[in-house]
């Protein structure tokens, strides 16, 4: 009886301006922009730190953790990028007859008078992202793509309209510009 054992590994070089540690399965990252720490303890992919290049590992995989690794070199690489450069999302607010303003109010942002509502809409912001209104731009910043990106889909999502033909309105907030 041969048993094989199969490997899957991906190598991850590690920039020389980051600080990089690896306590278990928790990553934290330091870079210029600032610090994220991400914990992958719910996998059962091993890492291992070689030098300057960060090695994911899982022996006899089965689908689901061969296509693991690729998603967790993803996530390490855009927290590379993040601390480094950081990312920004634009958005536009679009309106047709109502104007619509936004306020920012501790961690939420209130929509107003969206196509002539009265009440306020209410979209959160995710962890420290920073959003600034500029006429009808949104530009959020943050060095955590995850909080960036849930920030913009939560403004899309708050003024989702329902139950009205979108080919008339079309009012909303959509991002036009990823960095």
Do not use: W
């Not at 689901?64 to 993803?74: D, H, V, Y």
């Not at 979209?123 to 943050?142: F, H, L, N, R």
């Amino acid at each position: 009886m041969n048993v094989s054992t199969e490997i899957i590994e991906n190598i991850i070089e590690i920039p020389e301006d980051i600080q990089f540690s690896l306590d278990g399965k928790k990553i934290t990252i330091i870079g210029e922009k600032g610090k994220l720490s991400r914990d992958f303890i719910h996998t059962k992919i091993e890492f291992v730190l070689n030098k300057n290049n960060l090695i994911l590992r899982v022996i006899n995989p089965k689908r689901k953790e061969s296509a693991l690794i690729g998603t967790l070199s993803a996530h390490i690489k855009n927290m590379f990028k993040g601390v480094r450069e950081g990312f920004i999302y634009k958005m536009k607010l679009v309106y047709v007859h109502f104007p619509m303003s936004l306020k920012i109010q501790n961690k939420n942002v209130l929509i107003e008078n969206f196509i002539g509502e009265k009440k306020v809409r209410i979209a959160k912001i995710c962890g420290d992202v920073e959003i600034s209104v500029d006429g009808d731009d949104v530009i959020i910043k943050g060095i955590d793509i995850n909080d960036v990106s849930q920030t913009a889909a939560n403004l899309h999502t708050a003024t989702k309209i329902r139950k009205k033909d979108l080919r008339k309105f079309i009012d909303g907030i959509y991002v036009y510009s990823k960095e």
